[in-house]
């Protein structure tokens, strides 16, 4: 009888020690999947340039009380917005066009390689146009509207999140020696095959370079990425260009000579 006693006594004392394991290794892993949650949120990061001090804390008090998962950098001048994009790496930037030190076209245009989003921010409505014409489709005008201002940066973040999209479901099987070139067209790519056929991704031409192998392909031009084993002649004096196998020619901007004459000469 005393023995049956102790085995139930050292049955309980074990489910006791595995129950207090089991919870222990529950709030463990709960507490950890708060801090992976609350880590991933907190990597949308928005860098506001605008020369108006005013506009900069409009802007800054605004999205802090409408979202809590983003951290907010500012920039003063175009030349400072580029430091900080440099060195914050922001997903999005929020972007004036008039500033003393050069426009926000100005700064877009400097910008070689763009790996954020862009949403400008301005009073000059008549601008709208050329900023569709440049490939940036967002604008908030000032004075700024909350509602406008949410709903915008909303659909920026939520296309962060959920983007999940590998390079092989993106081009949906496409051989990556059947593209001849790929051409920006705003947030999207028109990527050229060898069938003469054109394909249309969702993915913007920068993200596309990223994600394409550097040995295989070349960024010519701000809106060019061609396919380096499909160039058939190329101009490196005056208006450079490098002609591809399809027959178009494609601008070589003067900042991708050099690089292209190492590439082209190994």
């Known amino acids: 009888m005393g023995e049956q006693c102790k085995e139930e006594e050292a049955f309980i004392i074990r489910k006791k020690h595995q ?54 950098f500012t920039a003063k001048y175009a030349i400072d917005g580029l430091k900080k994009i440099i060195k914050y790496k922001p997903n999005l930037v929020l972007l004036d066009i008039e500033m003393p030190s050069g ?33 940036v489709p967002c604008f908030v005008t000032k004075p700024i509207n909350r509602n406008q201002l949410y709903k915008t940066v909303l659909k920026k973040i939520n296309n962060f999140k959920t983007e999940t999209h590998t390079l092989s479901k993106v081009l949906n099987g496409i051989n990556l020696n059947s593209i001849i070139r790929a051409k920006a067209s705003g947030s999207y790519s028109e990527i050229y095959l060898e069938n003469k056929s054109k394909k249309i991704i969702s993915w913007n031409l920068s993200k596309l370079q990223k994600e394409l192998p550097s040995d295989l392909f070349f960024r010519a031009h701000r809106s060019h ?36 004459k190492n590439i082209v000469r190994r």
Do not use: W
């Open 19 to 72: 129950q207090k394991v089991f919870y222990l290794s529950f709030y463990l892993l709960s507490f950890v999947t708060i801090l992976n949650i609350k880590f991933l949120i907190m990597t949308f990061k928005i860098l506001i340039i605008d020369d108006d001090l005013i506009a900069r804390k409009i802007l800054s008090n605004l999205l802090s009380s409408l979202f809590s998962e983003i951290e907010i």
């Open 103 to 135: 426009t926000g076209f100005e700064l877009l245009e400097s910008i070689e390689n763009k790996h954020f989003e862009v949403i400008f921010v301005s009073a000059h409505n008549e601008l709208i146009n050329k900023a569709q014409e440049i490939g």
């Open 225 to 260: 990425l061609i396919n380096l084993d499909h160039i058939i002649d190329y101009k490196l004096i005056g208006e450079s260009y490098v002609k591809m196998f399809c027959g178009e020619k494609i601008p070589l901007r003067k900042n991708r000579r050099n690089e292209f």
